[in-house]
């Protein structure tokens, strides 16, 4: 089958690394925001906790963003931006389509049950604009940027002692 201009919305699923980026984030806002409100409202938790817990509380709270800017910034960054077939930027993010080409190397059991049941035709789309492209591209080169000038500036913090 071929597509109108080679794309595909809606059938994309998650690889193994694409779930631990998913799911990564629901363990460390819980340790992050519970450390974090127990140290914001020390009446509170002095109340109910030992004092020992503050001490627990900064570790764990210190120790968990440290490992939440270490994994964005290596396991996220390379799966997703430089990875040598997606680099500099992947734009499945921003236009919700991604090439049937990509989706085909990179879902092959996916895209073979969508051929093998005839339903891969109802899921192709026509590519995105060029403007969407674009729009995409300055976006996305954007936020890399940002957050690479975040990561200076944790490293700065972190190694400084600060």
């Given amino acids: 089958m ?3 201009q080679g794309s595909a919305a809606g059938v994309r699923p998650l690889t193994y690394w694409e779930k ?4 990564a984030p629901f363990w460390g806002v819980t340790i992050i925001g519970v450390s974090g409100l127990m ?3 020390p009446s509170l938790t002095g109340t109910w906790l030992p004092g020992w817990v503050f001490n627990v509380a900064a570790i764990f709270h210190g120790e968990e963003a440290f490992l939440a800017v270490v994994f964005l910034f290596t396991v996220h960054f390379f799966n997703n931006h430089f990875r040598p077939e997606k680099f500099p930027l992947e734009l499945v993010m921003f236009t919700g389509k991604i090439s049937l080409e990509d989706f085909r190397h990179d879902h092959a059991l996916e895209y073979q049950r969508l051929v093998d049941s005839g339903e891969l035709a109802k899921h192709l789309v026509d590519a ?3 403007p969407m492209t ?3 591209k300055v976006l996305g ?3 890399i940027a940002a957050g690479l000038a975040l990561l200076a ?4 913090g972190f190694f400084s002692g600060g």
């Avoid at 631990?20 to 799911?23: A, G, L, T, V």
Wanted: aromatic share 22%.
């Fill in 39 to 41: 140290m914001w409202l």
């Fill in 141 to 143: 080169f954007t936020l």
């Fill in 20 to 23: 631990f980026d998913y799911w």
């Fill in 134 to 136: 674009l729009a995409s």
């Fill in 128 to 130: 995105p604009s060029a």
């Fill in 2 to 4: 071929v597509p109108r």
């Fill in 153 to 156: 500036g944790v490293a700065v």
